[in-house]
């Protein structure tokens, strides 16, 4: 049984515990199921308190309402003119229009993807504002600074800690008391009060817990990197998303150029908001004209492309999806989806049968999407299937036309939001037309930037699309 500890900040004594995720009931030792709720591998090693004895006295009560006061709503001031601004404008935009003061921002993704680089990128901006702590668990002082020499970083207020005892980290926090810290990464970290290793869950929450401590406390932004492991949360149940106030997921494949950093969760902002940046071998840079940028390498007539409009958080993108549709040579016909959700399109190849008669059966089916964007949103769904059917037939679809639309089951289409700020940034990149779903919410767009084709179903999309 581990020595009980003292918290620092209450004096209380504090012990490991077990605690069922399942029904709240706490052991005193792991045990692989819990005697109370018969659930399996449910408890998480964790810090408890162990109350004090007999009632607070008066001054102690007094003490604790001191804390903190009730205040009346209209007397609170917002904030807002107090953000600190990134180098990046991407960055900024994703974080809600800046770094909010005492945040704590939590930033995912796979390995190798490039989050230290950009938070190295980061810090030595916010160097500029004051002193940055950059505490490292994973890679050396040395390391770090031949990173810094390729992405040409040089601050004197910009300070390396390689450490992963939490005391030892808290500690240096409380003495040089920095502006702006960073920590790489939150899986290092590790508590000496918990017997379980570092990277675990009971570790990886109670030191989040901490460094929220030091956030709030100190007014201190933290920035956590957390790694996201193979069913792809972060520190396997989706324990931080819960602690920081906003979540980043640097997304991206490793062998594509190009990175997005998407908002999932933010307190201070609006969430899904999306930044683009490139990897170089100067580190990141931001791409102020993504949909530009992804339109690049376009051939115009190919079959089997077209430009699907879509929103990424509040910012709309053009973006290329390809198909290729090709006669199996086996028994079962394969079906690829890059970029795009794999039963998503099982359901578009399956409205493609069945309501407009292509009979994808002996075909095999591959469908990416340019640039290595994940798009989610139905209302690219239109794109996908007439990007299907004109490679099926081998005949391209016109090049002026952008399309915009969700497929329902009985091949009819539906409007989709965001119709107006889509249309001009299609009209602004050149497209003459767009293709999408009739409806009344078309008659509020009083003068739109491109002609409207408007159409009912997807055989009708493809009368209009296809050459
Ligand atoms: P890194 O930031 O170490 O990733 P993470 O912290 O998410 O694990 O980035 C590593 C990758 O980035 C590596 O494959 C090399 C690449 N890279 C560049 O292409 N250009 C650069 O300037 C830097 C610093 C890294
Ligand atoms: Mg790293």
Redesign the pocket.
Same mark, same amino acid.
């Given at each position: 049984m581990p020595k009980p500890c003292y918290n620092l900040s209450t004096m209380a004594k504090t012990r490991t515990r077990y605690v069922c995720q399942e029904c709240g009931s706490t052991q005193p030792k792991w045990m692989g199921r819990c005697p109370d709720c018969d659930e399996w591998n449910t408890l998480i090693e964790t810090i408890v308190e162990t109350a004090k004895p007999g009632l607070p006295s008066p001054a102690e009560r007094q003490a604790l309402v001191q804390r903190n006061a009730p205040q009346v709503l209209t007397q609170i001031e917002a904030d807002s003119h107090l953000r600190t601004m990134l180098p990046m404008a991407e960055f900024n935009r994703v974080l809600g229009g800046g770094l909010v003061p005492g945040s704590l921002v939590l930033i995912g993704?796979?390995?190798?993807?490039?989050?230290?680089?950009?938070?190295?990128q980061m810090s030595a901006g916010l160097a500029t504002e004051g002193q940055v702590l950059y505490v490292s668990g994973?890679?050396s002082a040395q390391q770090i600074k031949l990173?810094a020499n390729? $992405?040409g970083i040089s601050s004197d207020q910009l300070f390396i800690l390689t450490e992963t005892n939490m005391t030892a980290i808290l500690e240096h926090i409380r003495q040089m008391s920095p502006q702006f810290l960073v920590v790489?990464?939150i899986q290092t970290v590790y508590l000496e009060e918990l017997q379980s290793a570092a990277g675990s869950v009971s570790q990886v929450r109670e030191c989040a817990a901490r460094f929220q401590e030091v956030a709030k406390g100190q007014n201190i932004p933290v920035f956590l990197?957390g790694?996201v492991t193979k069913t792809g949360v972060i520190a396997g149940p989706r324990v931080l998303e819960h602690i920081v106030d906003t979540v980043l997921y640097?997304e991206g494949d490793?062998f594509h150029t190009y990175r997005l950093l998407r908002c999932v969760k933010n307190r201070f902002g609006a969430t899904n908001e999306v930044g683009i940046f490139e990897?170089?071998?100067?580190? $990141?840079s931001e791409v102020l004209n993504p949909s530009e940028v992804f339109l690049a390498e376009r051939l115009p007539n190919a079959s089997g492309s077209s430009i699907a409009v879509t929103i990424e958080g509040t910012r709309p993108l053009l973006v290329e999806i390809q198909a290729l549709a090709s006669t199996t040579s086996f028994g079962n016909p394969r079906r690829t989806a890059n970029g795009v959700d794999m039963n998503r399109l099982l359901l578009i190849i399956a409205v493609l049968t069945k309501r407009v008669g292509i009979r994808m059966a002996d075909q095999d089916v591959f469908v990416n999407v340019i640039g290595g964007l994940q798009i989610s949103e139905p209302a690219s769904d239109l794109a996908v299937a007439v990007a299907i059917a004109s490679s099926f037939r081998n005949t391209p679809v016109a090049a002026d036309i952008a399309l915009v639309g969700e497929i329902g089951l009985s091949g009819e289409l539906r409007i989709v939001g965001h119709l107006e700020t889509r249309l001009k940034e299609a009209a602004k990149l050149g497209f003459k037309r767009c293709l999408l779903p009739g409806s009344n919410q078309l008659k509020q767009i009083k003068s739109p930037p491109l002609k409207l084709l408007t159409v009912r179903s997807l055989t009708e999309a493809l009368e209009q699309a296809l050459i």
């Open positions: 993704g796979d390995p190798g993807v490039g989050k230290s680089t950009l938070l190295l994973e890679e990173r390729r $992405l790489d990464s990197i790694h640097l490793r990897m170089s071998d100067i580190g $990141l």
